[in-house]
């Protein structure tokens, strides 16, 4: 069973704190993904990465970067974190399609981060 | 326009109804379609994917119209297990990132 781990459920930090949210999945996926949801804004993607050392842009990246020194895992940064950044985020990991045409996303359990 | 979009409801509907989303996408190029459940303060799950021919699971049928550039989802005999937020999602290929609806809340009522 496939499970993508995220290191809290609950985050509270203060603005301009440098803040680390790491991503673990056990699957051996090659892609890896951080989104945040918010109200009314659905699911929105902030960076992926298809492999260790990669890593691209997503649809809002500014204020955020990204490591993958580790296939398994998936960091988000947030470098100086402020009011806005306050969300919950998401982690996925992903089979890239198989031969079959099977193709799923798993999600961790979410970070839901409060900036004071 | 927004690359996916769903209504977001919320649907009240009663216990044994049938209903039906819509979910309508704005790349044409798009190739693969998914429909992801996520319940209140949880992580999204793949309910099912959306294959050309259209596809059943149970009570839940998933369907592509191509030429309209739409999916939709159906939920027959539906059970106050299925109150959720029900996402669309597309890709333009199978390794490409997934573009996520904003969700359409739905309520089953007793």
């Known amino acids: 069973d496939v499970k993508v781990t995220q290191s809290s459920r609950y985050l509270v930090k203060r603005t301009g704190e440098k803040v680390f949210l790491e991503c673990v999945q056990d699957m051996d996926h090659e892609n890896m993904f951080w989104y945040r949801q918010d109200p009314g804004l659905g699911l929105r993607l902030i960076y992926f990465?298809?492999?260790?050392?990669?890593?691209e842009k997503g649809d809002i990246p500014e204020g955020y970067s990204v490591s993958r020194e580790k296939k398994e895992r998936f960091s988000l940064i947030l470098e100086s974190a402020s009011t806005n950044q306050t969300s919950m985020y998401l982690c996925a990991s992903r089979i890239p399609q198989g031969v079959d045409g099977t193709d799923t996303q798993y999600f961790g359990p979410g970070t839901r981060l409060t900036v004071l | 326009r927004k690359e996916v979009e769903q209504d977001p409801g919320p649907f009240n509907v009663p216990e044994g109804a049938t209903v039906a989303f819509n979910c309508t996408y704005s790349?044409?190029?798009?190739?693969?379609f998914f429909w992801y459940r996520q319940d209140c303060r949880k992580e999204p799950k793949l309910l099912m994917s959306?294959?050309?021919s259209g596809n059943e699971d149970g009570r839940f049928t998933a369907q592509l119209n191509r030429a309209s550039q739409y999916i939709s989802l159906l939920i027959r005999d539906s059970k106050l297990s299925d109150s959720a937020t029900y996402l669309c999602a597309v890709s333009l290929f199978g390794n490409e990132k997934l573009t996520f609806g904003t969700g359409t809340r739905l309520t089953i009522i007793p």
């Open positions: 959306v294959y050309s």
């Open positions: 990465s298809y492999d260790v050392k990669m890593k």
């Open positions: 790349n044409s190029a798009s190739q693969s």
